[in-house]
């Protein structure tokens, strides 16, 4: 047996924990206090670093940002006051997103966007899709009419986004089922929280315009961007319209589609004062006769293609944006706004906001006839 005279060094080894416990302590405080805080190497998987460094409690900048091994270019500036948006949008390169909700694909569709004389290169595209049996059958459609863009050389757009609705939608896409007006407020409810998502997920600091553009637009004039953006108007829409077959005189014919550009009347105020705060006005429906002007019927065959009239309500068949009213708030409600909802609802929202809605009751789009 060894006997160590020294009392400290025996008091140590009957007692190792009243040594190890101070230095720990002390260790604790140096690192959590003076050491890097927060800082890590970059492993050999990692093609970026983000280190923070320390100059102890008391320094400045205590965690400020080292940034280590980026790629050029990596933060990005955008002054949105100097992105434009003109009469003269192609002379000024200006890019244009368009946002298509998408529930079943029609070939025509794909084949109109496919024409429009527009720059592609300037063009966004953006699709988003239901989670049910219609939306897989559109997914796998839309994705093969992409892949044969890009084999034959004719995909030239600057981006395309593909999302899945992350919300609800209806069961049947029939035309008799989605515009039974007792499916209206759901439907449409659903249909702006996807136009919403689809939107808040696209849009680019470098987005000038925004063309909504319907699944079931299958005709329009190659120059539809060009000839919407020269109004140089907040919001404007196209009037849409359907081709069919006369059976009284075998003939082709026209008829209006789309009921939900209108200019509001003395009637459909009423009628908005006498409902619940839950309940809104649906248009194009006897069973609720607003008796509000419909630009579906102020086409004029021989009249201007450019002539414009003001409108309170708009339909989402064709209707060109300028992305700074959506940056701005104007967004498509999914609950009752001042009675309205979706694309009415946004067409109210944007005139809250001090923006003016047109419409081109002579500028005619065509909707898939079912």
Do not use: C
């Not at 260790?27 to 280190?51: D, E, I, P, R, T």
């Amino acid at each position: 047996m060894v006997y160590i005279k020294n009392q400290y060094i025996r008091y140590i080894r009957k007692k190792p924990l009243s040594l190890i416990a101070p230095i720990s302590v002390l260790l604790l405080v140096y690192f959590y206090f003076f050491a890097a805080h927060g800082s890590s190497s970059s492993s050999s998987g990692n093609k970026y670093s983000y280190k923070k460094k320390s100059r102890g409690l008391f320094a400045k900048n205590r965690d400020s940002v080292i940034l280590k091994n980026l790629p050029k270019n990596h933060i990005s500036h955008y002054d949105l006051n100097k992105l434009s948006t003109s009469a003269d949008s192609l002379a000024k390169k200006e890019e244009v997103l368009i946002l298509t909700p998408m529930s079943r694909f029609t070939p025509q569709y794909w084949d109109n966007i496919q024409k429009l004389t527009y720059e592609h290169s300037l063009i966004s595209l953006g699709f988003i899709l239901p989670r049910n049996k219609d939306g897989d059958v559109a997914l796998k459609h839309l994705e093969e009419a992409i892949k044969d863009a890009k084999a034959a050389n004719q995909l030239k757009y600057k981006k395309i986004t593909i999302l899945r609705q992350d919300t609800n939608s209806l069961n049947s896409q029939l035309e008799k089922d989605r515009h039974a007006l007792n499916v209206q407020k759901e439907r449409r409810s659903m249909m702006a929280l996807a136009r919403n998502s689809l939107l808040f997920t696209t849009i680019a600091p470098t987005t000038s315009w925004i063309l909504w553009l319907d699944a079931d637009i299958v005709e329009t004039p190659a120059g539809l961007i060009q000839d919407l953006t020269s109004h140089n108007k907040p919001v404007i829409s196209a009037n849409v319209y359907q081709r069919y077959e006369d059976e009284s005189t075998q003939q082709p014919s026209i008829r209006p589609y789309d009921f939900n550009n209108w200019v509001e009347s003395e009637e459909g105020l009423k009628i908005a004062a006498g409902l619940a705060d839950d309940e809104i006005v649906v248009e194009g429906y006897a069973e609720m006769a607003t008796y509000r002007p419909l630009m579906a019927h102020f086409y004029d065959a021989k009249g201007d293609v450019h002539t414009e009239m003001q409108l309170d309500g708009v339909g989402g068949g064709a209707v060109m944006v300028k992305a700074d009213v959506h940056r701005d708030g104007a967004m498509f409600p999914s609950f009752p706004f001042y009675h309205l909802i979706e694309t009415e609802g946004f067409a109210k929202m944007a005139k809250r906001l001090g923006y003016e809605v047109f419409g081109l009751p002579n500028y005619l789009v065509y909707h898939f006839n079912e």
